[in-house]
């Protein structure tokens, strides 16, 4: 099983519709993100946690909004969907403790939303 | 702010060429972190290596090395010997130690075309 899993890995919604991608993870890691990619843009930061209480905003946060229901788990929310929102999105985590050898983010798998 | 360029968008060469992917960096920290992801047409973010801000030797991985130059803002990537599945979208990236969030600046990627 992958370390990082968000569901859906696609989904097609209408506009106006809200929508839920939900993120996992089994590494423990107390930093969750969620990233966005546009073709020809890379991936630009939407949210971030460092732990159930923490959430903070990253450069594109509007018209989205998250939820760490568990050190495990971060959803990602669009209230009213936008076909300007069709874009891959992904679940990072990293681990912030003392000691910790390793920054890298590790990503999930990646959820292709298409906003008609 | 911190900011990532990598001026190649597409990079197309044939089967064991060398090729070299750029990346440039601004950041006003003087800690900070340097990350190389590669995204296979699969989609999924692979990472390749992460290199700290004080620790400047370059390294190779079979046939994979990195160059890190400070003095000129500089991480590049080089593939010898390219194959085929080399084929994929690199994207380099960057993370600053005093903001603590360590959330990762992307680039907006390098696609490369390996021919057979």
């Known amino acids: 099983d992958a370390d990082v899993t968000q569901t859906p890995r696609n989904r097609i919604t209408k506009t106006g519709k809200r929508i839920m991608l939900e993120c996992s993870q089994t590494k423990g890691h107390d930093r969750m993100y969620w990233y966005r990619q546009d073709p020809g843009l890379g991936l630009r930061l939407i949210y971030y946690s460092f732990d159930v209480k923490d959430i903070n905003k990253g450069e594109i946060s509007d018209g989205y909004s998250v939820s760490r229901q568990a050190q495990a788990k971060f959803s990602l929310s669009l209230e009213s969907a936008i076909p300007n929102q069709t874009a891959l999105y992904f679940c990072?985590?990293?681990?912030?403790?003392?000691?910790?050898?390793?920054?890298?983010?590790?990503f999930g798998q990646g959820t292709r939303l298409t906003v008609v | 702010a911190q900011k990532v360029t990598q001026a190649q968008t597409e990079i197309s060469v044939v089967e064991k060429e060398d090729v070299t992917l750029d990346c440039v960096y601004e950041?006003?920290?003087?800690?900070?972190?340097l990350f190389w992801y590669k995204q296979p047409p699969s989609g999924e973010l692979v990472f390749l290596i992460r290199?700290?801000?004080?620790?400047?030797q370059n390294e190779i991985s079979g046939r994979y090395s990195w160059n890190f130059q400070k003095s000129t803002s500089s991480f590049n990537f080089t593939i010898t010997a390219s194959q085929v599945v080399d084929s994929a979208v690199y994207f380099c990236a960057l993370s600053e130690a005093s903001t603590g969030r360590r959330a990762l600046t992307f680039g907006s990627g390098t696609r490369l075309q390996v021919q057979p």
């Open positions: 990072a985590t990293s681990d912030s403790s003392r000691g910790a050898r390793n920054t890298e983010a590790f």
């Open positions: 950041t006003r920290d003087t800690t900070y972190y």
């Open positions: 290199r700290n801000s004080f620790d400047e």
